[in-house]
């Protein structure tokens, strides 16, 4: 979920990670659609001509007794406001509120400004409004903030500036692990009433485009980072808001794309990282989502949230070996992480192994004993197995049980940390080409480098070419002399980590 990129606020929260914390999307913002004489993406305005206006829809809402006048007259003056400063503006101010103004639109087209979404939809224009009208140009994934309030917001290049909830809730991690208890009281307090009503729960949704996903989307990493916070905070506070909260989190979890992230499988199920691409196998997100159901078990001892841990414990346990190349790690199933992402994982992982290794979220409840017998209630001995006790998943479960769970997760995030220190392997597979040929070099490659090829005549450079290519047998281009000759090739492959090795050797230039 394919270029990819790490929160800049991710490393200064990886000290969370102990309290798990973020990942950011892998996928890379859009780029701005065509502008119309108003300001607003052609493609946007176009689907707002099928449906109703946003003043149409606020309207109806009234209307019809689902919010009240003072909400009405609220979310109709951020609109107007925003419609005025949208016809002073220009150039990228101009675009950048305006794509907001489009999502609203679509959304509002699609009848999808339910009375729970207006909360956040209204929130993120008038910050829109105010930042493009008042506030400094920003160029490229920044992040922004609106002191007093806790929320994190990310500016995403033609969509303007949105709420950014896995660094919203990787913040609140921190502040927890930091006993900072008046800013995550604060923070909670803030991101409940900007959830939305969704797969029969709650959501913190995205309210923008995104490779390809129109809003409102959300995702099965920041659910499970939210629903970890939202637990934590009620084990702290012991606040009813927190733990209701938590539990209507689980909605996603239950519940099939695109409403949900609930993907099921033979072993269990998979919780996708994005409600729009339920097909993508993201595995740093999956695992991090199954850490939150753990936490959030281990915490209130829900069964359901055992329940849908299980599951998922079970499919990760079935996939996780697969994403490990034996040099490196796979972000999907379409190709191989980047440093961070990598780096990522092998925490993700490590934290659930750290879990798992404890046994389930939930003890196992004794087996009811027949009528007119005594029973007798012994503590179970520590387990390094995932010790799943039931639900969907049980047999499933049990087919594994010669891999203990723990095992497979401590054993690839030892691995993957192994490989930030293990150089590539490569080599020279192709050794004679055409004359005057756009020729592809062909080599082996152990994983995802940068690797440089160099061409030498006797000790005259003839070619060099760079490229970052991921493991396989990739080629790389050298265009040929138009005469016959020997030469040598050298090649250097330095991997994300920086960890480098050499080959060499002859070809020949022959034939027609």
Same mark, same amino acid.
């Given at each position: 979920?394919?270029?990819?990129?790490?929160?800049?606020?991710?490393?200064?929260?990886?000290?969370?990670?102990?309290?798990?914390?973020?990942? $950011?999307?892998?996928? %890379?913002?859009? $780029?701005?659609?065509?502008?119309?004489?108003?300001?607003?993406? #052609?493609?946007?305005?176009?689907?707002?001509?099928?449906?109703?206006? #946003?003043?149409g829809a606020l309207s109806?809402?009234?209307?019809?007794?689902?919010?009240?006048?003072?909400?009405?007259?609220?979310?109709?003056?951020?609109?107007?406001?925003?419609?005025?400063?949208?016809?002073?503006?220009?150039?990228?101010?101009? /675009?950048?509120?305006?794509?907001?103004?489009?999502?609203?639109?679509?959304?509002?087209?699609?009848?999808?400004?339910?009375?729970?979404?207006?909360?956040?939809?209204?929130?993120?224009?008038?910050?829109?409004?105010?930042?493009?009208?008042?506030?400094?140009?920003?160029?490229?994934?920044?992040?922004?903030?609106?002191? +007093?309030?806790?929320?994190?917001?990310?500016?995403?290049?033609?969509?303007?500036?949105?709420?950014?909830?896995?660094?919203?809730?990787?913040?609140?991690?921190?502040?927890?692990?930091?006993? /900072?208890?008046?800013?995550?009281?604060?923070?909670?307090?803030?991101?409940?009433?900007?959830?939305?009503?969704?797969?029969?729960?709650?959501?913190w949704e995205y309210m923008?485009?995104?490779?390809?996903?129109?809003?409102?989307?959300?995702?099965?990493?920041?659910?499970?980072?939210?629903?970890?916070?939202?637990?934590?905070?009620? =084990?702290?506070?012991?606040?009813?808001?927190?733990?209701?909260?938590?539990?209507?989190?689980?909605?996603?979890?239950?519940?099939?794309? +695109?409403?949900?992230?609930?993907?099921?499988? =033979? &072993?269990?199920?998979?919780?996708?990282?994005?409600?729009?691409?339920?097909?993508?196998?993201?595995?740093?997100?999956?695992?991090?989502?199954?850490?939150?159901?753990?936490?959030?078990?281990?915490?209130?001892?829900? +069964?359901?949230?055992?329940?849908? !841990?299980?599951?998922?414990?079970?499919?990760?346990?079935?996939?996780?070996?697969?994403?490990?190349?034996?040099?490196?790690?796979?972000?999907?199933?379409?190709?191989?992480?980047?440093?961070?992402?990598?780096?990522?994982?092998?925490? !993700?992982?490590?934290?659930?192994?750290?879990?798992?290794?404890?046994? +389930?979220?939930? $003890?196992?409840?004794?087996? %009811?004993?027949?009528?007119?017998?005594?029973?007798?209630?012994?503590?179970?001995?520590?387990?390094? @197995?995932?010790?799943?006790?039931?639900?969907?998943?049980?047999?499933?479960?049990?087919? @594994?049980?010669?891999?203990?769970?723990?095992?497979?997760?401590?054993?690839?995030?030892?691995? !993957?940390?192994?490989?930030?220190?293990? &150089?590539?392997?490569?080599?020279?597979?192709?050794? =004679?080409?055409?004359?005057?040929?756009?020729?592809?070099?062909?080599?082996?490659?152990?994983?995802?480098?940068?690797?440089?090829?160099?061409?030498?005549?006797?000790?005259?450079?003839?070619?060099?070419?760079?490229?970052?290519? /991921?493991?396989?047998?990739?080629?790389?281009?050298?265009?040929?002399?138009?005469?016959?000759?020997?030469?040598?090739?050298?090649?250097?492959?330095?991997?994300?980590?920086?960890?480098?090795?050499?080959a060499d050797g002859p070809?020949?230039?022959?034939?027609?």
């Amino acid at each position: 979920m394919l270029a990819r990129r790490l929160p800049t606020l991710l490393l200064a929260l990886l000290a969370c990670l102990a309290l798990p914390g973020i990942a $950011a999307a892998k996928r %890379p913002a859009p $780029a701005a659609a065509a502008l119309g004489p108003l300001g607003v993406p #052609v493609r946007a305005r176009v689907a707002t001509t099928h449906g109703p206006t #946003v003043s149409g829809a606020l309207s109806s809402l009234l209307r019809t007794g689902q919010i009240s006048q003072s909400v009405y007259s609220s979310d109709y003056s951020v609109y107007v406001a925003a419609k005025r400063s949208l016809g002073k503006l220009s150039g990228t101010r101009r /675009e950048e509120l305006g794509a907001v103004m489009a999502n609203v639109q679509a959304m509002a087209a699609a009848g999808q400004l339910t009375p729970s979404r207006l909360p956040v939809v209204f929130l993120t224009l008038e910050r829109n409004r105010y930042w493009w009208t008042s506030k400094p140009l920003l160029y490229g994934e920044v992040r922004v903030s609106f002191p +007093p309030s806790e929320l994190v917001w990310e500016h995403y290049p033609g969509q303007g500036i949105e709420i950014q909830w896995l660094a919203t809730f990787g913040q609140a991690n921190g502040f927890y692990g930091n006993n /900072e208890d008046t800013n995550l009281k604060r923070l909670v307090a803030e991101a409940i009433p900007l959830a939305t009503a969704r797969a029969g729960g709650i959501a913190w949704e995205y309210m923008f485009r995104f490779d390809g996903g129109l809003p409102p989307w959300t995702s099965g990493l920041s659910q499970g980072t939210g629903l970890q916070v939202m637990a934590r905070a009620w =084990s702290r506070f012991k606040e009813q808001a927190d733990l209701t909260a938590a539990q209507q989190a689980l909605g996603i979890f239950r519940t099939a794309p +695109p409403q949900g992230v609930r993907v099921p499988t =033979s &072993p269990g199920a998979i919780y996708a990282e994005y409600t729009y691409a339920p097909s993508d196998r993201i595995l740093n997100g999956f695992i991090q989502a199954d850490v939150g159901l753990y936490d959030y078990t281990q915490i209130t001892k829900d +069964p359901l949230g055992l329940r849908l !841990f299980e599951e998922g414990d079970a499919e990760a346990r079935a996939i996780t070996p697969r994403y490990d190349t034996g040099y490196w790690s796979l972000y999907d199933q379409y190709g191989e992480s980047d440093l961070n992402y990598h780096e990522l994982l092998a925490e !993700f992982l490590q934290h659930l192994c750290e879990r798992t290794r404890k046994g +389930p979220p939930i $003890a196992p409840a004794p087996a %009811p004993s027949p009528p007119g017998t005594t029973t007798t209630t012994t503590t179970p001995p520590p387990t390094t @197995s995932t010790g799943t006790t039931g639900g969907a998943s049980a047999s499933a479960a049990q087919a @594994s049980e010669q891999i203990p769970g723990d095992q497979i997760y401590c054993t690839t995030a030892q691995s !993957f940390y192994a490989d930030l220190k293990t &150089p590539p392997v490569v080599s020279l597979l192709s050794h =004679s080409f055409r004359p005057g040929a756009r020729a592809g070099v062909q080599i082996s490659l152990s994983k995802i480098s940068t690797v440089k090829l160099v061409v030498r005549q006797g000790s005259r450079i003839v070619w060099t070419n760079t490229a970052t290519v /991921e493991g396989g047998k990739p080629k790389l281009l050298w265009v040929t002399p138009r005469k016959r000759g020997s030469f040598s090739i050298s090649l250097t492959a330095t991997d994300l980590a920086g960890n480098f090795a050499t080959a060499d050797g002859p070809v020949t230039v022959s034939g027609h």
